[in-house]
């Protein structure tokens, strides 16, 4: 991507109220203007890229019950169809600082996210791990460009 197209998309971000201070960003809230973002750009493809609910905390019973119903842990945030290819993209929190102003680091991959990723890579299926819009952004128009 060149300067002047990253400024552009900056710019673009911003004229739509994006926080593009990524300092206090959190993976949920990265994932948000993420998916924002490729609406505005890309309507005529937003039916191919969403999320799988995949997580969270729940009860031992209800943890159960999805579990038999095909949830499996690791699985990436975002998945992407575009000309019969998937692409899978995992959010990661970026580097910042805590509400307290103490340097946090970014998000890190959790083992079932590195078993995931590996197997899928096996299938040729592309994983991204993404810790800011303008990655995403950088990744997404590879693809559709």
Known sequence: MTKKARIILQEEALSHGYNLNVKKMTESQLQIQCVKWFRLQFSSLKLNLFHVPNGGKMSRGKGGKYKS???V???PDLLFLYNGELH????KKPEGFTKTGNKSRAGTLQDPQ????NQWAKHHVNVFVCYSLESFQEFILNIVE
């Open 69 to 71: 119903e095909g949830v």
């Open 73 to 75: 842990s690791g699985i």
């Open 114 to 117: 590195k078993d995931v990723h």
């Open 88 to 91: 899978a993209i995992e959010m």
